[in-house]
C-alpha cells in the first residue's frame, strides 16, 4: 500500500506510525502490529490507527520515524511480522530456558525500538514472575553492554559506587567521589536523576557543573583529574536501561535479576574494575531486612565475579534520611559544610568515610582496615574538597563555588511537634513526598530541612521540619500534606481510639 506521510512532531521513544482504520483494515493490521516501511532500509514500525486524527490515504510518522525516511512525500507499507524476541518473552513467562542469542536479540530489539510499550511491560513483568536464573542473567547483563557504548581506560583499576537507593538525602557521591580520587584512584562516576525520590545525585551535581557529557569526554575527564560526577542518561551507556527503567516506573516493579542487569551493566560499560554497593536497609527502604540484603548482595557479587569485577557490598541503616537536608540546594549546601569545615550530620560523615574506606582498601591505595581512617583524614584535610572544586571546574562549573552560592528556596514553612516527647517513627516515603510537592527536584530549592531525627527529644511547638519552596502554591500544597500526615511520630500522640461497642 502506497500512502502520503504526514510529519507528527513529537517524541515518542518508539519508531511508531498512525494509520487510518480504514487504511489499516484494508492493509490487515491492527493496532500494535507491525509495518514495514520500504525504500528506507524496510524499516519497521509499530502501528497505532485513527479514526479522525490522520486521513484516509496518509500514514502519521512520529519525530523518530521522520528522522529516518526524512521529508514527506509517499511512501510503500506492507504488513511485517512481530520480532522474535516477542517469542523469547512468552517462554520466560512460561518459566523455559532461553538461549544467549535469544537474550542479545530481545536486548537488540528493546535498544533498536523495535518493541511495543506492552511488550517491554510483559517482559518487565515475566522476569518478575519468573526471574532469570544466574547464566541467563550474565548474558542479560553482557547484552546490555555490549549494545552501547563503552570506556575503556588505560589505567587500573577503575573503582566505582553504587546505591540501591530508597533513602531521602542520599548525597554521599558528593563525597566519596573526591575522596577516591583524591587517593590517586579513578572513579568515573555516572549518575541518575530523580525518579520517585526527591534528588539523584546528577540533579544535585548539576547545581554545581554541567553533568551531560558523552562517553569520550568522561573519559577525557576521569583522566584528567581522576573523577567525576555525571548524568548516565546523557550517554549511550547501557541504553537498553533506560528504555526499561522508563516502563517500570508505572508498573512499581522492579525484578531482582533485572535490578542486578541494571546496575552491574552500567558498571560494566564504564570498565569499572572494583565496585562498591551500598544496600540501605530497614522500614520505608527497598530491602526491608537484613535477610534480603544478604541475598542481593550473594547475587551482586556472582554477577561481577561473571563479569571480572570485584564487587563487595555493604548494608547500611536506611530507616531514617541521610544527613538532616532533602532535596538539591539543601543536599548540596550540607555535603559542602562537610567537605568545608568537618561541621555536619555524623550519619552523612560516618556512612562517606566507610563506603569511601571500602574503595581505598580494594583499589590499592591502603591496607586491610585502614580504608576508614585514610578516607577520614582526606576529608579533614581539605584534599577532598580541592579534588572535588578539580572536578566541578573540568565539568564547566565555578571551582570557586561555596555555601553561600548555592540558591535555597525562599518560601518557606515550620512544622513543629503537636506533644512533648522524642522522636519514636520517621517515615522517609512521607519526607519525599513533602520535598517533592515543595517542587524537588526540579526546582533545585526546594526540599525539607529535619530538625529532629528517631530518637530526639522534642517539646511541644517546636520545630520538627522546615519546609523550603521557590513558589508559595507549591509551599502550601506541601505544608498541607505535611499538616494532614506527619511524616514524623512523636512518643505520646494518640493514633487511634478502640472500643469495645458488643454490649451497647
Not at 552501547?148 to 548525597?171: A, L, Q, R, W, Y
Not at 533485572?258 to 540501605?280: E, H, N, R, T, Y
Request: negative net charge; contains cysteine.
Amino acid at each position: 500500500m502506497e500512502l502520503s506521510v504526514q510529519s507528527i512532531d513529537i517524541n515518542v521513544g518508539k519508531h511508531k506510525v498512525v494509520l487510518n482504520n480504514q487504511d489499516a483494515r484494508e492493509l490487515g493490521v491492527m493496532a500494535g502490529d507491525r509495518v514495514r516501511l520500504k525504500d528506507h532500509g524496510y524499516l519497521t514500525a509499530i502501528v497505532d490507527t485513527t479514526d479522525d486524527m490522520i486521513s484516509q490515504g496518509t500514514m502519521g510518522a512520529y519525530h523518530e520515524v521522520m528522522e529516518i525516511i526524512g521529508g514527506t512525500g509517499t511512501i510503500e507499507i506492507t504488513p511485517a511480522t512481530k520480532p522474535a524476541s516477542v517469542g523469547t518473552i512468552k517462554k520466560i513467562m512460561n518459566a523455559q530456558k532461553i538461549s544467549r542469542d535469544d537474550i542479545y536479540e530481545l536486548v537488540s530489539d528493546i535498544v533498536k525500538e523495535n518493541l511495543s510499550d506492552v511488550e517491554l511491560a510483559a517482559f518487565i513483568t515475566a522476569t518478575h514472575m519468573n526471574c532469570l536464573p544466574a547464566q541467563e542473567t550474565e548474558w542479560l547483563t553482557r547484552a546490555m553492554i555490549d549494545t552501547g557504548e563503552k570506556i575503556e581506560f588505560d589505567t587500573h583499576p577503575i573503582m566505582d559506587k553504587h546505591s540501591i537507593g530508597g533513602v531521602p538525602g542520599n548525597k554521599i557521591s558528593l563525597l566519596i567521589v573526591p575522596i577516591v580520587a583524591a587517593a590517586g584512584l579513578l572513579i568515573p562516576k555516572t549518575s541518575s536523576r530523580a525518579i520517585t525520590g526527591a534528588g539523584g545525585t546528577a540533579d544535585l551535581m548539576e547545581i554545581l557543573a554541567p553533568v551531560e557529557f558523552p562517553a569520550d569526554e568522561i573519559k577525557s575527564m576521569t583522566e584528567k583529574v581522576g573523577g567525576v560526577i555525571v548524568w548516565g542518561g546523557a550517554t549511550n551507556i547501557a541504553p537498553a536501561d533506560d528504555k526499561l527503567i522508563r516502563v517500570e516506573y508505572p508498573l512499581s516493579l522492579d525484578p531482582s535479576c533485572q535490578l542486578l542487569a541494571s546496575i552491574m551493566a552500567k558498571k560494566g560499560a564504564v570498565g569499572a574494575d572494583c565496585v562498591v554497593i551500598d544496600i540501605p536497609t530497614g522500614a520505608g527502604t527497598k530491602i526491608l531486612n537484613v535477610e534480603e540484603g544478604r541475598a542481593m548482595a550473594r547475587g551482586l557479587i556472582d554477577l561481577g565475579a561473571r563479569l571480572g569485577m570485584q564487587v563487595e557490598c555493604a548494608m547500611t541503616y536506611g530507616a531514617s534520611p541521610i544527613g538532616r537536608a532533602v532535596g538539591p540546594g539543601l543536599e548540596v549546601v550540607e555535603a559542602l559544610k562537610v567537605l568545608e569545615t568537618m561541621q555536619g550530620p555524623s550519619s552523612l560523615i560516618q556512612k562517606s568515610v566507610g563506603l569511601a574506606g571500602l574503595m581505598l582498601e580494594m583499589g590499592g591505595a591502603t591496607g586491610k582496615g585502614e580504608g576508614r581512617n585514610m578516607a577520614y583524614e582526606i576529608l579533614r584535610s581539605g584534599k577532598a574538597l580541592a579534588k572535588l572544586r578539580e572536578i566541578i571546574e573540568v565539568q564547566g562549573g565555578n571551582p570557586d563555588v561555596t555555601v553561600s552560592d548555592i540558591p535555597i528556596g525562599d518560601k518557606t514553612a515550620q512544622i513543629v511537634a503537636p506533644t512533648n516527647g522524642y522522636v519514636v517513627e520517621f517515615h522517609n516515603k512521607r519526607i519525599v513526598e513533602i520535598a517533592r510537592l515543595a517542587g524537588a527536584p526540579n526546582d533545585k530549592g526546594a526540599g525539607v530541612l529535619i530538625h529532629k531525627k528517631k530518637g530526639e527529644t522534642v517539646k511541644k511547638d517546636e520545630p520538627i521540619l522546615t519546609i523550603h519552596a521557590e513558589k508559595e502554591w507549591k509551599l502550601t500544597n506541601a505544608v498541607n500534606s505535611a499538616k494532614k500526615n506527619l511524616p514524623i511520630i512523636v512518643e505520646g500522640m494518640l493514633l487511634e481510639t478502640v472500643q469495645d461497642h458488643s454490649e451497647i
